[in-house]
């Protein structure tokens, strides 16, 4: 055979050998393939089947416990129920036991008011046969015998209160005087003002008398202009190298005293220097006046005051009230308010800003119509005043009705500084004023005899006729007289009133 033929045909046993091979290994691995997937298909199913399994377990035993807690629920809701039913059951037995009860109340009020009916029928009858043999015996109409029984109680009523009166009094006395005597000694010790040791003058001292003459000028050309410019009366008389500025504005008289000084000084007088000397000088009081409200205010340890209200306050560095200067008189005011309205628990902050703001309306009286009080009051209230300090302002002296405890501790400490040991000066003819006016309200009472008012007028003691006024209308006289005097009258301090009443048996032995 041909060697190509036979080396063709070994190629082509060997390729069909081998496709053959390659067939069967394809069939083997597909087989083994088939096998391996229907294995991993076998352990998934049976996983699954697993995890179906237990999840049909979780889900009994969930439905289980749900069952339980469900069961639990209705049994305990069951037992509530049971429990609001009974409690239902007693509520109505009780309701229906009350509703008894009100029904046999009811029968019984009845029955009373039956017989109270009966009762104050046979009381009308009683009482009118009782009217009927009180008319017969005493030959009285009904009105007249009333008007002798109201008199009757009326006189019992005012025993009772007299003794009353007396009875609160001599408690409150007791007690109320040594508190506010400790608690007032305590605040002026330590306040610790000086005393007053002269009266504040206007008045300008000269080198020699021939000033006067320089001050007057031409045809008294000088002290017109001065005069004019300065509002205020410059009195030139026989008084020895020096004269007298007056006004009724303190302020301008101080505007007045110290240009007058600076022109004497200088020596330059003329109407063109007045002018611009008084100008300067009422620069210089102005800031004086500013700096004395805000000092003022700092002494008496106040903050927050508007502008306008210290400037205010500073023109009464040169207001005096009986030698007592009223910035002096309102700072010590208002460390007084402090310290008594610290011991009594109110509010000091407000009884303080009150009690220093007390007097501000006597640096405006002369320029506005109105009480000091008033005008006080009304200037402060526009610059956003807290309402209870301008209450306390406005009522100080009994003007407006009092709103706060403070308002009374303002009333107190303006009556302790003015009328502490040297405080004030009083000139005799007011005092002789005050003494006449205090008696004369005295004797204005039905029933006084004489009254004499001692100590300076702190107090007055009365004698009243013994067979008009009795024992229990003296204690109603002295409190009407008190009254009276709170009314009319404007005094430092308190006045004490004793009325007596006396009444005396004669005799003789022969």
């Known amino acids: 055979m041909n060697p190509f033929i036979t080396t063709l045909l070994i190629a082509l046993l060997s390729l069909v050998a081998g496709a053959a091979i390659g067939y069967y290994l394809r069939q083997y691995k597909s087989q083994e393939e088939s096998k391996r997937e229907q294995s991993e298909a076998g352990g998934v199913l049976q996983k699954a089947k697993a995890e179906a399994h237990a999840l049909h377990i979780k889900a009994q035993e969930e439905i289980l416990a749900m069952r339980e807690q469900a069961e639990k629920e209705i049994e305990r809701r069951r037992v509530e129920l049971e429990k609001f ?17 009100l029904e046999q109340q009811l029968e019984n009020l009845n029955r009373r008011q039956s017989s109270l009916d009966k009762r104050l029928n046979q ?156 100008d300067k000088e009422e620069q210089a009081v102005e800031k004086i006046i500013d700096e004395a409200g805000e000092q003022a205010a700092y002494d008496a340890g106040i903050t927050g005051l508007h502008p306008a209200i210290t400037k205010m306050m500073g023109r009464l560095k040169f207001r005096t009230s009986y030698g007592q200067n009223q910035l002096d008189h309102a700072v010590e005011t208002a460390k007084l308010a402090t310290i008594i309205a610290s011991e009594l628990g109110a509010n000091v902050t407000i009884a303080k800003t009150a009690a220093f703001l007390h007097d501000i309306g006597k640096a405006m009286d002369h320029n506005v119509e109105g009480t000091h009080a008033s005008i006080g009051a009304e200037f402060i209230k526009r610059y956003g005043v807290h309402p209870l300090v301008v209450n306390a302002v406005a009522s100080h002296h ?109 005799d003789y032995a022969k």
Do not use: W
Request: hydrophobic residues 40%; charged residues 40%.
């Open 123 to 278: 009381l009308k009858k009683a009482e009118e046969a009782q009217e009927e043999e009180l008319q017969r015996i005493a030959q009285m109409t009904v009105d007249e015998a009333r008007q002798v029984l109201l008199e009757k109680v009326e006189g019992d009523v005012r025993e009772d209160m007299a003794r009353i009166i007396r009875q609160i009094e001599t408690e409150a006395r007791d007690e109320g005087e040594k508190r506010a005597r400790k608690l007032i000694a305590e605040a002026i010790q330590r306040v610790a003002s000086e005393h007053v040791n002269e009266v504040t003058t206007s008045s300008v001292e000269l080198p020699s008398d021939d000033m006067k003459g320089r001050i007057i000028g031409r045809n008294g050309r000088n002290i017109k202009a001065f005069e004019q410019a300065a509002g205020v009366d410059v009195i030139v008389d026989d008084t020895p190298e020096s004269v007298t500025i007056s006004s009724f504005d303190p302020v301008r008289r101080e505007v007045a005293r110290r240009a007058l000084g600076k022109l004497v000084l200088d020596g330059r007088i003329h109407p063109a220097y007045i002018e611009k000397v008084l």
């Open 85 to 101: 039913d009974e409690r239902l059951q007693r509520r109505r037995d009780e309701l229906e036991n009350r509703a008894e009860r």
């Open 398 to 506: 009994h003007e407006t009705e009092q709103q706060s405890v403070e308002a009374v501790i303002v009333e107190a400490a303006d009556a302790i500084s003015g009328a502490r040991p040297g405080a004030r000066r009083e000139s005799l003819e007011q005092y002789i004023k005050r003494v006449r006016a205090l008696e004369e309200v005295a004797n204005a009472h039905k029933g006084v005899e004489e009254c004499y008012a001692l100590q300076a007028g702190r107090e007055i003691r009365i004698f009243v006729r013994p067979e008009e006024v009795d024992d229990a209308a003296s204690t109603i006289l002295a409190r009407e007289i008190a009254k009276e005097i709170e009314e009319k009258m404007q005094y430092p301090g308190q006045i004490k009133v004793t009325v007596i009443r006396e009444t005396r048996a004669v």
